[in-house]
């Protein structure tokens, strides 16, 4: 049974930083593009950031460039965000997904097979 489990939300001040991590278990981890969506109340999910299974290739929304950095680390079945600089725009629950298919270029959420439970990041002004 394939789990996703977020960790590293929380509160912080606007300017401030985070690192949510992602772990992944019960599927071959570097078969899969690992993408952080997240969802504020009333809003659409929004695709903010995702790495191929190499690592090579990387997305981000326009709205984070430059403040967030996605990585992951295939030995440890774990992808990471690093949210620098935040703001309370970035108010929102984070979601980690897999996609076997990703097309290196899009961010729809139908292209992820496997979803976390989410994690709560509240950036305060």
């Known amino acids: 049974q394939v789990q996703v489990v977020e960790s590293g939300g929380g509160l912080v001040q606007a300017g401030g930083s985070l690192r949510l991590s992602c772990t992944a278990s019960?599927?071959?981890?570097?078969?899969?593009?690992m993408g952080w969506f997240r969802q504020a109340p009333g809003k659409e999910r929004e695709g903010v950031s995702c790495?191929?299974?190499?690592?090579?290739?990387?997305y981000y929304t326009d709205s984070v460039k430059g403040r967030f950095t996605i990585s992951r680390d295939n030995a440890k079945n774990t992808v990471y965000l690093q949210m620098n600089s935040l703001k309370p725009e970035d108010t929102a629950i984070y979601y980690c997904?897999?996609?076997?298919?990703?097309?290196?270029?899009?961010?729809?959420?139908?292209?992820?097979?496997?979803w976390g439970q989410g994690t709560q990041v509240t950036v305060s002004s």
């Open positions: 019960g599927l071959t981890f570097d078969d899969y593009a």
């Open positions: 790495i191929s299974w190499s690592g090579d290739s990387t």
């Open positions: 997904a897999a996609s076997f298919l990703w097309d290196l270029i899009n961010m729809f959420p139908a292209d992820f097979n496997y």
